[in-house]
């Protein structure tokens, strides 16, 4: 199995520029999450979803978009990039039940000039 | 407001020493405290987990001590090896969605 896949894995985008980080499970996991990780600040959670079609935010949601239209594919969507979007983002996966244990993707840094 | 307070920022032990990392919480809600540990260019990967009604769990040379009524909980790694060199993160969940709050890590070196 993959578990969870991300694109890109790394991009530099210019102030203003959007662009979608992409994610993928093939573990059949319900709930899935996109957290950013900036140095000696640990990963805050942006968005998260129970399931298909259902979306809610998260600690830092401002700036970013998300759907989840398939229970496999959680893309994560920057509008108007600031530098301030500089980070690195990790997105992940669990099922429903088990309790905290998250399965995360490699991670995709991205870069706001 | 950071509901999860991780000590220390960075730690360096020697091999076959004992590496202590702790955490604190605000939250009494939460029911659920897992480690994390993150290699470079790598996604954290659960370590070891608690619940809050057991007061220490171990796994190797892995053990979580956990204080309720202190709120607070640390994570051992008994004789540390260069290979456990990593970022380790304490978490708390709570909820049905169970979405975790990260601690700030800490950088763990182990030297040779």
């Known amino acids: 199995n993959a578990g969870v896949t991300q694109t890109p894995k790394f991009r530099i985008l210019k102030i203003g520029q959007s662009m979608t980080l992409q994610c993928a499970q093939d573990?059949?996991?319900?709930?899935m999450y996109w957290y950013r990780q900036d140095p000696g600040m640990g990963l805050k959670l942006i968005y998260y979803?129970?399931?298909?079609?259902?979306?809610d935010k998260g600690e830092v949601p401002n700036g970013y978009n998300v759907s989840r239209s398939t229970t496999e594919d959680f893309p994560l969507r920057l509008e108007l990039a600031a530098p301030s979007q500089t980070s690195v983002y990790f997105c992940?996966?669990?099922?429903?039940?088990?309790?905290?244990?998250?399965?995360f993707g490699e991670g995709s840094r991205l870069t706001v000039l | 407001q950071q509901q999860v307070k991780q000590s220390p920022q960075s730690l360096i032990v020697q091999k076959g020493g004992i590496s202590i990392i702790n955490c604190a919480y605000e939250?009494?809600?939460?029911?659920?405290f897992p480690w994390y540990q993150q290699f470079p260019g790598k996604g954290p990967a659960l370590l070891i987990a608690?619940?809050?009604?057991?007061s220490e769990k171990k796994e190797g040379r892995f053990t979580i001590s956990f204080n309720k009524s202190a709120k607070q909980f640390s994570l051992h790694i008994m004789d540390s090896q260069p290979g456990d060199s990593a970022t380790y993160f304490c978490?708390?969940?709570?909820?049905?969605?169970?979405?975790?709050?990260f601690g700030s890590g800490t950088q763990l070196t182990v030297l040779p």
């Open positions: 978490a708390a969940s709570k909820g049905s969605a169970r979405q975790l709050t």
């Open positions: 573990m059949n996991h319900n709930y």
């Open positions: 608690i619940r809050p009604d057991v």
């Open positions: 992940a996966s669990n099922l429903q039940g088990m309790a905290g244990e998250l399965f």
């Open positions: 939250n009494t809600a939460f029911d659920y």
């Open positions: 979803s129970v399931g298909a079609g259902i979306t």
